[in-house]
């Protein structure tokens, strides 16, 4: 099938790189330019696993390429998928601008009798598709088109996978017409289809981000009662996700959830409920756990180092999650903003995020020094701390992280290392919710 996919971030590109891969052609449109000359000349703007050569592949194939044109796009596609940002406005609802612009863009090239399919893959609050629909009739108003909402659940760090083998496909829409063609968008995913209305698949994507939101914050919650009571959060959490009913996944103690997605969608779940009426009272608890999380960590810390001024301290990881290289809304960006802030000499490593969190202006070199290994992050350190839990901060070699450590002191913010390893090492080792490692 023709597809055209309007934003190529982090879901636009990943989508349409996946959808080429299984044999559609795909056209990815970008107003952003020099995202559009990088794509054309080959190089992937983003990190993430396995995205480069799928997209190497299937321009080579010709059944992918990137345009500025949303005309080119939407001339050439039988459905055109909308993947522009939603980000938060102050008052944490949804700021819906790039929504409506697209909407606007699109009313503007379709053409008489082209029948299109215009669906939202972005995160957007219930009752959008109604307002796309709205929009693209005002401004032309002979268009032919349906609205359809196909919410995305791809992880960063996974995405590939996680869209080639996605759990479910979500797919909310009104007209058989357009249903039919999402279903054989589809087809070749083998992953159980759900068909609803449009509000529910919108609804859908906004709670179920914030129900896993809500577990983090419930083990956080836990691993405090951990830490005054000595039970281990991890043995906890390994309790609680043997049971079917609750499962292991997003128990994972730590400095709380970060990221585009999850800090956004709450507080846009929040937004939404209070403007219909329904205020979602347990999602304000939710977040003010997420948001403490980080104020104890860093208590934890002062109290061992006393006074964290002219303290070196050695931060592994400045993105959100491993195996990804967005720094946006990352806890551990904050947390290295805060010890600087602070007067602390923060030295700093991460395998992928360093040059955007430089190049975003989300850590200022002049105040955090950026380093090419994480051993060279320890060189003098009075303490470590371990903000994000990439694989290759469990297999380094600890007895030269000692030797280059002026204390051995680890902070582990993602209960990534075994306090026994640790201790065998040599280091005095505090994690969160640990017995014997408060
Ligand atoms: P992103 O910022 O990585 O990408 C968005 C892209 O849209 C950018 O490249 C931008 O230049 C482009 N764009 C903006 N306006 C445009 C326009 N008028 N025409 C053409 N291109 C335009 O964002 P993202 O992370 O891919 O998120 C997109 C949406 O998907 C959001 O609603 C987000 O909440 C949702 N989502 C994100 C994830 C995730 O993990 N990142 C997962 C699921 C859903």
Redesign the pocket.
């Known amino acids: 099938m023709d597809l055209c996919i309007?934003?190529?971030?982090?879901?636009?590109l990943v989508s349409g790189a996946c959808f080429a891969e299984v044999g559609h052609h795909v056209v990815c449109?970008?107003?952003?330019q020099r995202?559009v000359d990088m794509l054309q000349a080959g190089q992937i703007p983003?990190y993430e696993p396995g995205l480069e050569e799928l997209v190497h592949r299937n321009v080579a194939a010709r059944r992918l390429r990137f345009t500025n044109s949303?005309e080119d796009g939407v001339d050439h596609s039988q459905i055109v998928f909308i993947?522009?940002?939603?980000p938060p406005q102050v008052d944490g609802s949804v700021d819906l601008t790039?929504i409506e612009?697209?909407a606007r863009?699109i009313a503007g090239v379709l053409k008489p009798g082209q029948y299109r399919v215009v669906v939202d893959?972005?995160?957007?609050p219930v009752k959008t598709g109604e307002k796309v629909a709205d929009t693209i009739k005002r401004y032309n108003k002979g268009a032919e088109f349906d609205v359809v909402s196909n919410?995305?659940?791809?992880?960063?760090g996974c995405?590939v996978p996680d869209l080639m083998s996605p759990d479910r496909i979500v797919i909310g829409s009104a007209s058989d017409r357009a249903t039919d063609l999402m279903k054989r968008v589809y087809e070749p995913f083998q992953a159980p289809i759900l068909v609803t209305d449009v509000n529910s698949a919108e609804l859908i994507k906004h709670a179920a981000n914030s129900f896993l939101s809500l577990k983090i914050s419930y083990i956080n919650a836990v691993a405090a009662i951990c830490e005054a009571s000595g039970a281990d959060v991890e043995m906890v959490a390994d309790g609680i996700g043997m049971d079917k009913r609750i499962g292991r996944n997003f128990l994972n103690a730590g400095l709380g959830y970060g990221?585009?997605?999850f800090p956004?969608?709450v507080k846009a779940f929040i937004a939404i409920s209070k403007q219909l009426g329904t205020p979602f009272k347990l999602l304000e608890e939710v977040e003010r756990i997420n948001g403490s999380m980080l104020t104890r960590f860093i208590e934890k810390v002062r109290e061992k180092l006393w006074v964290l001024k002219d303290k070196n301290i050695a931060v592994w990881g400045m993105t959100f999650k491993p195996d990804t290289d967005?720094v946006r809304n990352s806890v551990a960006i904050d947390l290295i903003n805060h010890l600087a802030g602070a007067g602390a000499h923060v030295t700093a490593y991460d395998p992928k995020g360093a040059e955007k969190a430089v190049e975003w202006k989300l850590i200022d070199p002049a105040k955090v020094k950026i380093c090419a290994t994480p051993l060279e992050a320890c060189k003098d350190a009075e303490c470590l701390i371990l903000a994000t839990e990439w694989k290759e901060f469990a297999n380094q070699d600890f007895d030269a992280v000692k030797a280059a450590m002026h204390t051995p002191l680890i902070f582990d913010g993602r209960n990534l290392f075994s306090p026994e390893t640790m201790r065998d090492f040599g280091f005095t080792y505090y994690a969160v919710g640990r017995a014997g490692a408060k």
Request: aromatic share 8%; charged share 30%.
């Open positions: 309007i934003g190529s971030g982090y879901v636009g449109v970008d107003n952003d995202k983003i949303i993947a522009v940002p939603t790039y612009r697209v863009e893959k972005s995160t957007v919410p995305e659940f791809l992880r960063e995405a990221g585009s997605c956004k969608d967005d």
